[in-house]
């Protein structure tokens, strides 16, 4: 086990399963063996007031008593500003008016700032040394890696503390209550508070508490009402508010300002008490009047009327999943009253222009105004999943299912229509239907259907092939093995997984598909010595036959398992599924080599992968392909790099495309990369060399290398390959080449597929021990295009063209190293 992994080990078994100030301070106590660091400390600043308050100090291997202070012109103060921070010595001399340091007697800093969820800085994480720290590369890795668990825990802990502070305030308080924190951002409001201003919690969170201002207040009134909560700390008087309807609420406030135990504001909490008197009789006439006995929501005919009305709206349509099954269980009179508190909450929680009865069990909600349905329906589904709905016989949990519409008319037919197909899907999605899906949705059904056809027709007819795409290994500066992947021939057509494999999945035939595509490429790569990729997806370990049929496939064809990668998902092997992991070990065992594909698109579980001992982990395009212009992206690569280095798996990036990419991959060490810069994924035939290739070395000057290229060479680019493999295994150094591109079509190749060729070959190792390269070529347009490629490559070495090989021979024989070298 490395070094990294055996400090992360010792670190866990340091602290266990400790929480809170416990773990904090074994935490330090252990990182200050660990790093052998002097001082270790977790601080969390106050940018506000510039400060830093510890949460936990080692000293010396001792637990000391924690301390404020102040940010300014500190190394701190950087870490909070701009991330991580290193100083292998000297930091003194950076900060000298960091008294602290000087007191301390530090030489060398390590900082790096805590995350919360949200991507504020929580905390900081500071290691000091009153000497020089030698391995900074290995506890910024070390620090990386335990800062998420640390930010978690310190957000716990905060979130622990305004817990037990709101539950005491509601607890001695049955008024609207609301809280915000010291930039008066709104963090916790009560039951009381929903009900009288309309919002729900969290359409408030996060906001300030101006988003209630009715506006009929003048700026005289707003500055004494500031004044005294700055500055005295309270204020209680009569204001009015808006209500989320846009009505007026008359209320009796009282805002108090909350300081900590250093006298800092922390809080800010309000009282509100309702002076809006209502009227009852109006109201109880109008519920008679347009209310569904059933739900206690307005009636059918009320809505049909509201949909008259002109403009675009929006419609949600709840409904009680397993209203049969209450039913059955508890009485029709229990569930019309669950039906009722249903209603009840749905109400509390979302603000609508309607809520109507739509049956038993269904609720219609009518917005007149631009509404987010899916995140209105994801609100309902949480409170729903977290809360039961109680009457006064039981309290039970209610699953919902969500049908949503938009548009001018026949919005109710879509909601039905849209709900429908929310409970058929199963998976309790809110589906939205626009006016024109029905026609759209029509379509896709056409399209599906015939992809359903064609894929039966490839599996039942053979159509389906492998097609191979290269990975180039950085190192060797060669391809070294493929990848398979799966194509329909079609009607003259290559179908790619993308028009075929939704349809594949719904129709349980990718075991199939896996079974045809191993086939093909084990026949294939019997003929040859590369190693090479099969992709293996969740429904071939369901199907629990790949062991066996590879095992009869190895000794069918003679190929020995190592030779065999299994590309799975990343999120196949991070769900932790019992069955598929149990097999994965075992074709692991059985020789066979295992890559985690597309990593980093779902949730990266690395102790499986350490576990499962897989081989390769191959990046996922989305942080490729941008690299080099995207920051994140590279700093992403760069961890993913390092973790694999030092947990001996080799990295392979996707989707390289360009140089610029592959120089950055490079310069982080990627060990493979797989794009189109280097293959296409083609037949194998395609990939073979379609022309003669010979690579002679000169007897009487060892060091001067003939590569003579015949036919149609350029489409796969294999004699490079060829090339390269010979130059990697000869022991004696090669500083002269004579190649003969005469007779081949190598420079009829359009002018910025050769530039890449010419650019890729001057970052590659092979051609870095060249001195001097003379090319032979003929006709015009060749002529100038080898041209092209000189002039990206002579910053490397010295090349020149040549009609003749006498003059080109004569050009090269002419240094004087070669020559005394005969």
């Known amino acids: 086990m490395n070094a990294l992994v055996a400090k992360l080990k010792k670190l866990s078994d340091f602290v266990g399963q400790t929480r809170g100030q416990e773990y904090f301070e074994l935490l330090v106590l252990a990182l200050s063996e660990i790093i052998e660091c002097d001082f270790v400390f977790i601080g969390q600043p106050n940018n506000r007031a510039k400060r830093c308050s510890t949460v936990a100090v080692s000293a010396f291997g001792r637990i000391k008593e924690n301390f404020t202070y102040e940010l300014s012109n500190t190394p701190c103060e950087a870490v909070t500003n701009s991330g991580v921070c290193c100083y292998q010595s000297k930091v003194t001399e950076l900060y000298p008016e960091d008294q602290l340091l000087k007191d301390m007697r530090v030489e060398s800093y390590i900082g790096m700032p805590l995350y919360s969820a949200q991507g504020n800085v929580l905390g900081i994480l500071v290691a000091m040394h009153t000497s020089a720290i030698e391995s900074v590369a290995e506890i910024t890795a070390l620090f990386e890696i335990i800062g998420y668990r640390i930010a978690a825990e ?104 909350v300081r900590d135990d250093n006298g800092h504001i922390h809080h800010y909490t309000a009282i509100y008490t309702d002076l809006t008197e209502l009227n009852k009789a109006q109201a109880e006439n109008l519920y008679l009047a347009n209310t569904d006995p059933l739900s206690g929501l307005s009636s059918k005919s009320f809505l049909a009327e509201e949909l008259k009305s002109p403009g675009c709206k929006s419609l949600l349509i709840v409904g009680i999943d397993g209203l049969r099954y209450l039913n059955d269980a508890y009485g029709f009179d229990v569930c019309d009253e669950l039906i009722r508190s249903t209603a009840r909450i749905i109400k509390e929680q979302v603000h609508a222009d309607c809520y109507v009865g739509g049956g038993p069990g269904k609720f219609v909600l009518l917005f007149k105004r631009p509404v987010d349905l899916y995140a209105v329906a994801d609100q309902l589904r949480m409170h729903f999943r977290h809360h039961q709905v109680s009457t006064a016989d039981i309290s039970v949990f209610v699953s919902l299912s969500f049908g949503g519409a938009r548009g001018k008319t026949d919005l109710l037919r879509l909601g039905v229509t849209a709900l ?125 036959y790949l062991q066996r049929f590879l095992v009869e496939l190895c000794q069918q064809y003679q190929i020995a398992p190592q030779r065999v990668i299994l590309e799975v998902l990343e999120g196949i092997s991070s769900a932790g599924k019992n069955s598929h992991l149990k097999q994965l070990k075992a074709l692991k065992n059985a020789g066979f080599r295992l890559a985690i594909d597309d990593f980093g698109t779902e949730h990266s579980n690395f102790e499986r992968i350490l576990d499962l001992e897989v081989d390769y982990l191959k990046i ?123 007779h081949s079509d190598f420079f009829q190749m359009g002018e910025s597929d050769l530039i890449d060729r010419a650019r890729l070959a001057a970052i590659e190792p092979q051609y870095q021990q060249f001195e001097k390269i003379a090319l032979l070529v003929e006709g015009q347009y060749s002529q100038k295009m080898a041209a092209v490629w000189c002039r990206h490559v002579m910053e490397v070495f010295e090349v020149r063209c040549f009609i003749d090989e006498a003059s080109a021979r004569q050009w090269l024989l002419g240094d004087s190293r070669l020559s005394l070298i005969a």
């Open 154 to 257: 310190l957000e716990r802990v905060e979130q622990d503390r305004s817990l037990n502070m709101l539950s005491s305030i509601f607890s001695n308080s049955a008024e609207a209550m609301l809280v915000t924190d010291a930039d008066l951002k709104i963090i916790e409001v009560n039951q009381a508070f929903c009900d009288m201003f309309g919002y729900s919690r969290a359409e408030v969170q996060g906001l300030e508490p101006q988003l209630f201002s009715s506006g009929l207040h003048d700026k005289s009134f707003y500055r004494n009402f500031w004044f005294k909560v700055f500055k005295k700390g309270v204020w209680q008087g009569e204001i009015k508010n808006r209500h989320a309807d846009g009505s007026v609420l008359e209320q009796w406030v009282s805002v108090n300002q």
């Open 420 to 544: 429908r197909q929310s409970r058929e899907s199963g998976d309790l999605k809110c589906i939205v239907l626009e006016q024109d899906a029905i026609a759209a949705e029509s379509q896709q059904h056409l399209l599906f259907v015939e992809a359903n056809n064609i894929i039966h027709s490839a599996v039942n007819q053979q159509l389906i092939v492998p097609y191979f795409q290269g990975i180039h290994d950085n190192q060797l500066g060669i391809v070294t093995h493929y990848e398979a992947l799966a194509r329909i021939h079609y009607n003259d057509q290559v179908l790619s997984p993308y028009s075929f494999i939704d349809a594949a999945k719904v129709a349980g035939m990718l075991p199939l598909i896996t079974r045809q595509i191993a086939r093909q490429a084990f026949k294939i790569m019997s003929h040859h010595d590369y190693t090479f990729s099969l992709n293996i997806t969740e429904f071939d370990l369901n199907a629990q």
């Open 620 to 742: 996922d395009a989305k942080y490729i392909k941008n690299i080099h212009t995207d920051a994140k992206s590279y700093e992403i690569v760069k961890a993913l790099s390092f973790f694999c280095r030092n947990s001996g798996i080799k990295c392979i990036a996707e989707f390289v495309h360009s140089i610029e990419v592959q120089q950055c991959l490079l310069a982080l060490g990627i060990d493979y990369s797989q794009g189109f810069l280097f293959s296409r994924p083609e037949s194998f035939g395609e990939h073979q060399e379609q022309g003669d290739v010979r690579v002679e070395f000169d007897n009487q000057h060892p060091n001067l290398v003939h590569l003579q290229l015949n036919g149609h060479i350029h489409k796969a680019m294999r004699f490079t390959d060829a090339f390269r493999r010979c130059l990697a295994e000869r022991e004696q150094p090669v500083a002269y080449g004579l190649f003969d591109f005469r």
